[in-house]
């Protein structure tokens, strides 16, 4: 399992130090996840904490006084939840090894080591996430066995359940089928005493086999004896159960009133389609739900394809309506000779087809598909009179460990077969879970080539959103957003792309190109008798070096552009943690009259406290704060917050992400000074806003 980027993990950090605590949150946000962090000052606050509000992980330092770890650990055993503590430490020795495990902290992690933090951070949500998903699961399967115990209690079919030869549980229909008037009659009872003596000693054989964990076969004929003594042919099915978490067999205990070969026979054409001879559906699931289970305990292979005729909705025309059932026994006649001895193949709709192949890998599975590709496509089809050329479209599964569950085998078989027949058929389309690691990092290789591309080939391009003062100071201002050229007319979001290009040190390269490129449009706007203010992001791998500097002031003079027509972003988290180099970027930038805004503000644990030594021109509130800003009187109050504070220290705020009327009405008298989001106006290759 991995943490999606779309996961947030909520953290409650229990630290004196607020700059520790925010090194941490920062830490853990550049390593890729994104974190909701919340601190409570003390123990009546940490209490409210975890009883109102949903968290995942507590880190707690050994070293806090305020509310110490013990306390932490008391108020989260108080509260009954599945709330994992991380014991934060300075130093490790065995002592304080044993003291973290008598406290009963889940993990350690050491200040200053923030990639033993991730990394224990990233575990511990894992493991949570699992416990949490094996409680739903553990729910739903004590609501599927309840449900299953009533149709079984409610079932025609003599059923019981088995464990070590002894009867725990038969329903009505078995106990009627003996002679039993109550399961009190037959309960502890061992199953031999319902055989008749001389299948005895076969039966010993058999349940000993069971019990050795040996499969059980497909069916079992024996003579069964009733209370009364008298005995009478049977058939029985055997499938693997538990029964209130105890493993045992599931019997299904047919009586066979007619000849023993008659009754195989009919039990075979029970297991067969009437039209084609070959399995039927149901047989087949259960053939299907064996493998699987196989896959997931025991580490097998096996191969699932599911085959349909190509256009047969046209097939059916030429031939007629009324000889759908011919065509398919036709086609499972040219089926059978194409699949191995040990597969087996079924009608599994109404005109497609399903061959299961045990035992097979990936390379098996792929040349049985293609030898039923290639065979069915030189076959010619006899239908009645008519003798037809057809081809066939084929979508597989490799069944493994990493695709062993029901739904997601023949949903990958089915995705497979419809995309075969959707870009024209007579094609094979096979999906493994062990190439998946092999087609990411290809994935990863061709974006790797698309951005090396995109820089310097130009293939970025600049969409522009207008930011709109509520002071009412004239001129225009934009927000440049990147865009990636995805060709005929599409475009690339950065969410896409940009964390590829962080992770192979591509980034800073795209913010060279970004600003490049907003200081040429800023100096033919003035050319043009347009000015106009360009706020762009760019990351803290523009902070490393002055490369990012002195590309700034050779562009500036290279398009005659004023400095102060480029306010560049930097975001909270990332100048919390690297602040020395964040205050020489800002005076070295404004040096040359470019103006350094802060984005995502108010993020951080502590965002006032930056401002002491930061000074942006500009901050933008994080977007967090205008969901719901209407109907949330807590984010009202905190927006205000930051934008008097800001009016204090005289910086400019903006409040991005507007999304109605009812926040646009709030931020008017709010005391925020700028504001942009797609109820104002969208973002465009276009600057055609009319701010006047």
């Known amino acids: 399992m991995q943490i999606g980027r779309e996961t947030t993990v909520r953290l409650l950090v229990v630290d004196d130090s607020v700059e520790d605590a925010e090194a941490i949150v920062s830490g853990l946000r550049n390593g890729g996840l994104a974190v909701r962090p919340s601190r409570p000052e003390n123990a009546e606050q ?62 350690i992690a050491l200040r200053g080591q923030i990639d033993q933090i991730r990394h224990v951070v990233r575990s511990e949500f894992i493991d949570l996430e699992a416990r949490r998903g094996l409680r739903r699961l553990e729910a739903q399967v004590r609501e599927t066995e309840r449900r299953c115990d009533a149709l079984i209690a409610s079932s025609r079919e003599p059923i019981a359940y088995v464990h070590e030869g002894m009867h725990i549980r038969a329903n009505d229909a078995y106990l009627e089928m003996f002679g039993f008037e109550s399961f009190e009659d037959i309960e502890g009872m061992s199953l031999l005493d319902l055989v008749a003596p001389p299948h ?172 039923i590709r290639a065979g069915l496509a030189k076959a010619v089809v006899e239908v009645g009179a008519r003798s037809l050329s057809m081809t066939a479209s084929i979508g597989g599964v490799q069944i493994s460990e990493r695709i062993a569950s029901m739904p997601q085998v023949l949903a990958r078989a089915s995705q497979g077969l419809q995309s075969s027949l959707g870009v024209g058929g007579n094609r094979v389309e096979i999906f493994d879970p062990g190439a998946v690691d092999r087609a990411e990092e290809e994935r990863i290789d061709a974006w790797l080539k698309r951005i090396r591309d995109a820089i310097a080939d130009d293939g970025f391009l600049l969409h522009y959103q207008p930011v709109i ?81 002195k590309l700034i002031a050779e562009k500036l003079i290279a398009h005659k552009a004023s ?11 990332k100048v919390f943690t690297h602040l020395k180099a964040a205050q020489e970027f800002l005076q070295a930038a ?58 204090e220290r005289g910086i400019r705020s903006i409040a991005e992400f507007v999304q109605d009327a009812a926040s646009m009405t709030f931020l008017f008298s709010g005391g925020v000074d700028y504001v942009q989001g797609h109820f104002l106006a969208m973002a465009g290759p276009e600057m055609n806003y009319e701010f006047e």
């Open 469 to 549: 003062s509520l002071q009412g100071e004239p001129g225009a201002m934009y927000e440049a957003y990147l865009r990636l050229d995805g060709g005929d007319g599409e475009l690339v979001f950065p969410q896409t792309f940009l964390p590829i290009a962080e992770e192979h040190g591509l980034i800073a390269d795209i913010d060279r190109w970004v600003v490049a490129k907003a200081i040429r449009v800023i100096g033919e706007r003035a050319a043009a008798g347009k000015p106009v203010q360009l706020l762009i992001k760019i990351t803290q791998a523009s902070l490393d070096g002055d490369g990012l500097l």
């Open 590 to 647: 404004n040096r040359l009259g470019v103006r350094v805004g802060l984005e995502q503000f108010g993020s951080g644990l502590n965002s006032m406290q930056l401002l002491s030594h930061f000074k942006p021109t500009f901050l933008k509130i994080d977007r967090a704060f205008m969901l719901d800003l209407a109907k949330s009187p807590e984010q009202q109050t905190r927006i205000r917050e930051i934008a008097a504070a800001a009016q």
């Open 200 to 371: 005895v000693e076969n039966f010993k054989q058999l349940l000993k086999a069971l019990s050795r964990g040996e499969a059980p076969p497909p069916r079992y004929e024996l003579e069964a004896r009733g209370i009364d003594g008298n005995t009478f042919p049977a058939l029985m099915e055997f499938t693997a159960a538990t029964y209130e978490d105890e493993p045992c067999q599931q019997i299904v205990f047919r009586r066979q009133e007619t000849d023993p070969a008659l009754a195989r026979e009919v039990e075979e054409l029970r297991r067969r389609d009437q039209v084609t001879g070959l399995l039927n559906r149901q047989t087949f699931l259960h053939a299907l739900e064996t493998a699987v289970a196989d896959a997931a305990q025991n580490g097998a292979n096996h191969g699932l394809l599911l085959i349909e005729p190509d256009h047969h909705q046209q097939l059916l025309q030429e031939i007629g309506l009324d000889a759908g059932d011919a065509l398919a026994a036709a086609l499972a006649q040219r089926l059978q000779p194409l699949i191995g001895e040990n597969d087996e193949a079924a009608r599994f709709g109404e005109h497609n087809f399903a061959v299961l192949s045990r035992g097979s890998d990936h390379a098996h599975t792929a040349r049985l598909a293609e030898n």
């Open 563 to 573: 400095g102060q027509s480029l306010i560049l972003q930097l975001p909270e988290s």
């Open 46 to 107: 940490l209490t409210a904490m975890i009883g109102s509000q949903p968290l995942d992980l507590v880190l707690a330092a050994k070293s806090a006084t305020q509310v110490s770890a013990a306390e932490a650990m008391a108020v989260i055993d108080a509260s009954g939840k599945d709330l994992p503590l991380i014991l934060v430490l300075d130093k490790v020795d065995e002592q304080i090894v044993l003291e973290a495990i008598a406290l009963g902290a889940r993990k």
